[in-house]
DNA sequence: TATAAATATATATTATAACATATAACCTTC
DNA sequence: GAAGGTTATATGTTATAATATATATTTATA
């Protein structure tokens, strides 16, 4: 399954209402929910945005050069090799 | 304009491809790139992911709590707030 | 094991992204 | 101001998400 709909499933569950309740406050069928949280269907944009707001998220797009690191965060590892914000003095 | 479709303007931008070269890349035609960078479409997401991914770039879904957070990280911002990994005895 | 609640499947319709293609409108730069 | 490269508009077609609705299955609970 996609991922960005795993997390908006997971976090339904989390949130732990049903998907006819998400279904009335995006403005969807509970049908259609069904069928995007087993990725039978590639949703538009806004749909994908409606569903993660409802479900308090956001989607956002990132320079792949931050995405181990925000996912480190996220999934609230440790010890987070952040990338230095200046280098020492970097001469040949 | 929708801020994601924004980011990936950027990104084009900053990656010094044009239109033609995306679409070409992705599988649109570039009137469609055109389309979807005025916005005036309300875009799929495999179209986004696709996009995204030609661009460098990565989307995901976050909860809301850690928004901020990463946009500062993005934003190349210095001395970011962590949340504390721990709390020190957080006595009553 | 009934009953209910939640989720999945089915079908038909409507709206619109995606596609193909062409051309027009902008910009540079010579 | 012509030429080339880039972006925006236009039109018609096709594919499919969204809608509406109903019902079937599955899962939980009394």
Redesign the pocket.
Same mark, same amino acid.
């Given at each position: 399954m996609d991922d960005l709909i795993k997390q908006l499933l997971d976090a339904? /569950?989390k949130k732990g209402i %049903? #998907? *006819?309740t998400l279904a009335r406050s =995006?403005?969807?069928? #509970? *049908?259609? !929910? *069904? +069928? !995007?949280?087993?990725g /039978? =269907?590639?949703?538009?944009v +806004? %749909?994908l945005l409606e569903m993660a707001r409802i479900l308090d998220h956001e989607v956002v797009v990132i320079p792949r050069e931050h995405y181990s690191l925000l996912m480190a965060i996220i999934e609230g590892k440790k010890d987070i090799e952040l990338e230095p914000l200046w280098k020492p003095d970097e001469e040949d």
């Open positions: 339904r /569950k %049903t #998907q *006819s =995006v403005g969807l069928p #509970q *049908s259609h !929910i *069904s +069928s !995007i949280e087993q /039978k =269907v590639d949703i538009r +806004s %749909t």
